[in-house]
């Protein structure tokens, strides 16, 4: 005998009548300006905005860190995005976003390759480094067209099953050493080894600014031409 659904029945009206669970995610206060912020709130999605140490948002137990193209660049080269990777390796599941590459091409762009021949670097460092993510530091990288495919992808996430995460994350602290090092590694083309070879001839950085040119040339050749420029240079 064909069951006939019964409106009446407390049951089966709770059934035909429950609200499906609203998508709820975390995000650093800082993307509140973020066109995604937006796109995401169109798409009836709650969000919660608190001061995360460690990735911009945080997707049913995934940490993302989001870099626009431009922003990937200019971490790259300053080295601060090494930072955030190390970061990420305390949670299990990470990913970065690379937002923008239908407006900007990671190889051919104008401004990227003259900001990368202004610090002696060629477009095969970014390939470099994206096996550097890939491969030592394990951490996917999705390139999205723009602000809208981001947070398609970031909608498509959270209706996978949810996973709890510590909110506890802790930033990288660097020590004497490494904080000298970071110092040097932000002139053009001054890379970990150089920088320690310059710290070891020199032994402190007020010694290295104060260097001459032809001292410098010693350790890192024609380098130093470009580093006493910026040293000597008017802001």
Known sequence: ??????????????K????????????????????????????????????LKVGDYIVRGVVIERKT???F?????????FNQLEELQQYEDKLLVVEGIDEQ????????????????????????????????????I????NYIDTARFISVLLKKKDKEISLNAKKKSFNKKEQMQFIIESFPGIGPKTSKKLLKEFKTIRNIMNASEEDLKKVVGKKA???????DGKY
Not at 1 to 14: G, V
Not at 109 to 135: K, Q, V
Not at 142 to 145: C, D, L, N, S, Y
Request: aromatic content about 8%; proline content about 3%; glycine content about 4%.
């Open 69 to 71: 193209v431009s922003d």
């Open 225 to 231: 031409s470009i580093i006493k420029k910026i040293i």
């Open 142 to 145: 999705i390139f999205t067209k």
């Open 16 to 51: 035909a009548t429950k609200v499906p669970e609203k998508l709820k995610m975390i995000i650093d206060y800082r993307e509140k300006n973020s066109l995604v912020i937006s796109e995401l709130t169109s798409m009836g999605i709650e969000i919660e905005f608190k001061n």
């Open 73 to 81: 660049i200019s971490s790259m080269i300053n080295r601060r995005l």
């Open 105 to 140: 091409d990671l190889y051919t762009d104008e401004e990227i390759l003259e900001g990368l021949e202004a610090r002696g670097l060629h477009p095969n460092a970014i390939r470099g480094f994206l096996l550097s993510i890939a491969l030592k530091f394990k951490v996917p």
């Open 1 to 14: 005998m064909k069951t006939i659904f019964n409106i009446f029945s407390k049951k089966d009206f709770h």
